[in-house]
């Protein structure tokens, strides 16, 4: 297991598109916000650091973790690479670790820094252990999501039209519930994928909302990871489509 991660991480490096996809835009996106929130006082009292908390926190999962982990195993199954692993003494479960664990510990460290640097300038969140939670949650939702897409993705470059939907989706959602004008989402803003989890990173940031109704919104967020691990469970292939 420990091999193949590592095997994993090298390669990381060595793709150009992936590196991009994981690692300059959504970092360069991130400094931007910080930037604007830093560069106009102002607009970060109107907006809020919980909300742009929000944005960077899926920013990050949705196109360093999601993106780049549909766009690594379409590759490692075209090249049949993945085959060749289950020929090995490994067993599925230890491969799928291996693979996903560098591309999931780097969007880790890359939201702890992002979300530190922004807690530097505007304020620490009210509440750390229930920002962890929910990045964590997201992250297994969003991986859960990136294996079942891809199954349905053929190769790498088909990967930038599979991945389109959701992560573009998430990103909005969560901007949608992080900037709303009203104090309560509605009921659809929580229930679709990002919505509740964007709204948890807003109110472990600004602790506005009691323990009992943030602990709640978990739920929308673990019924997508079902949902997502569930789909990943009757799509995901080890071989090319003959």
Same mark, same amino acid.
């Given at each position: 297991?420990?091999?193949? @991660?590592?095997?994993?991480? %090298?390669? $990381? ?25 830093? #560069?106009? +006082? ?7 650091? =919980?909300?742009?908390? &929000? *944005? ?33 003494? &490994? ?19 890359? /939201?702890?820094?992002?979300? #530190?640097?922004?807690?530097? $300038? ?9 920002? &962890?939670?929910?990045?964590?949650? @997201?992250?297994? *939702? ?5 294996? !079942?897409? !891809?199954? %349905? ?9 599979? /991945?389109?939907?959701? *992560?573009?989706? /998430? ?6 519930? #992080? ?7 509605? +009921?659809?803003?929580?229930? %679709? +994928? =990002?919505?509740? !989890? ?13 323990? /009992?109704?943030?602990?709640? %919104?978990?739920? +929308?967020?673990?019924?997508?990871? @079902? ?14 489509? !003959?």
């Amino acid at each position: 297991m420990f091999a193949i @991660a590592r095997s994993e991480l %090298l390669q $990381i490096f060595r793709n150009r598109l992936v590196l991009v996809t994981m690692l300059i835009v959504p970092v360069a996106s991130s400094a931007f916000y910080i930037y604007l929130h830093r #560069a106009f +006082p102002k607009l970060g009292e109107v907006l809020g650091v =919980g909300p742009i908390a &929000a *944005m960077l926190v899926f920013l990050v999962v949705a196109m360093g973790l999601y993106a780049t982990t549909v766009t690594t195993l379409a590759s490692r199954r075209q090249n049949l690479f993945l085959k060749h692993l289950r020929s090995t003494a &490994a067993g599925d479960t230890g491969i799928l670790t291996g693979l996903l664990l560098p591309v999931t510990a780097v969007t880790l460290i890359q /939201t702890a820094v992002v979300l #530190a640097v922004l807690a530097a $300038i505007g304020g620490a969140p009210a509440d750390p252990l229930l920002l &962890a939670a929910t990045v964590l949650t @997201a992250v297994v *939702m969003m991986l859960g999501f990136a294996l !079942a897409t !891809a199954g %349905l993705t053929t190769s790498p470059d088909h990967a930038q039209v599979t /991945t389109l939907p959701l *992560m573009v989706g /998430t990103m909005v959602v969560a901007g949608w519930v #992080a900037f709303s004008d009203t104090e309560e989402p509605g +009921p659809l803003k929580l229930l %679709l +994928p =990002g919505g509740s !989890a964007a709204e948890l990173v807003v109110n472990a940031w600004t602790g506005d909302a009691a323990l /009992t109704d943030s602990l709640l %919104l978990f739920a +929308p967020t673990l019924a997508w990871a @079902a949902v997502a691990v569930v789909a990943a469970t009757r799509l995901f292939r080890w071989e090319p489509r !003959a």
